[in-house]
């Protein structure tokens, strides 16, 4: 079967740095995606891992290791509008098929 | 560039009442997923198109829901008839094409409510 796990809620001050692990088991991978969604908003993507490593995107890191079937997602500078839900999603045939995690929900205090 | 159009925004229904979605994908893409996405859990795919062609529906419960794109734009998802652990978000998303890596692009969905 295919699962994805990730922490069910991290919070977190303003300013801080938030790491949302990402584990996942499934059959067939080509890349691990992450995708942030606001309450009653649609996910929005945020990033894309094919190779292992770290891809920079502004304040949003993501991290992967293929040989441990791990990633991370790296929010830095935490401002309040980063309170949302986290997807980590396995993409499991080149673009075709995403399977998403339970999500991690993000809450940014003052 | 507008974004993928979906709508009714919200809809109550009866259980054992029929109701559909529609969807609108952005311009020129080819690829067209729906996605169910249950209170508190990440969105779970039921079909793919590729144009006006299903590439995956293995996971749409055949029984009750059915989907299609007949002219390769825009899609409509049916429910009939609906069943209370149907209540979800049903999220539609787009794509250029099969093997795009850089994301797909969502609707801002349809919350179902069956009661």
């Known amino acids: 079967g295919q699962s994805l796990e990730q922490p069910s809620e991290v919070t977190a001050v303003e300013g801080a740095i938030v790491q949302i692990n990402c584990t996942y088991q499934t059959s067939g991978f080509y890349g691990l995606s992450w995708y942030q969604q606001h309450d009653g908003g649609a996910p929005t993507f945020l990033s894309y891992?094919?190779?292992?490593g770290l891809e920079e995107t502004g304040r949003f890191s993501s991290f992967l290791s293929r040989s441990d079937s791990y990633g991370y997602l790296l929010l830095q500078e935490l401002q309040m509008k980063d309170s949302a839900s986290y997807f980590c999603?396995?993409?499991?045939?080149?673009?075709?098929?995403?399977?998403f995690g339970g999500g991690t929900r993000v809450l940014v205090k003052p | 560039e507008a974004g993928v159009a979906q709508s009714p925004r919200y809809k109550i229904i009866e259980k054992r009442q029929s109701v559909a979605f529609w969807c609108n994908p952005i311009?020129?893409?080819?690829?067209l997923y729906w996605y169910q996405q249950i209170l508190g859990q990440g969105p779970k795919l039921l079909i793919q198109?590729?144009?006006?062609?299903?590439?995956?529906d293995s996971q749409l419960p055949k029984d009750r829901f059915s989907a299609e794109r007949l002219k390769g734009v825009d899609s409509t998802l049916k429910i009939q008839p609906a069943k209370l652990e149907d209540s979800a978000v049903y999220l539609c998303?787009?794509?250029?094409?099969?093997?795009?890596?850089?994301?797909?692009?969502f609707g801002s969905g349809t919350r179902l409510t069956v009661v």
């Open positions: 311009s020129g893409h080819a690829t």
């Open positions: 998303a787009s794509s250029f094409n099969q093997g795009q890596v850089a994301g797909y692009t």
């Open positions: 198109f590729q144009n006006n062609g299903v590439v995956d």
């Open positions: 891992n094919a190779l292992d």
């Open positions: 999603a396995v993409d499991r045939a080149a673009g075709n098929k995403l399977t």
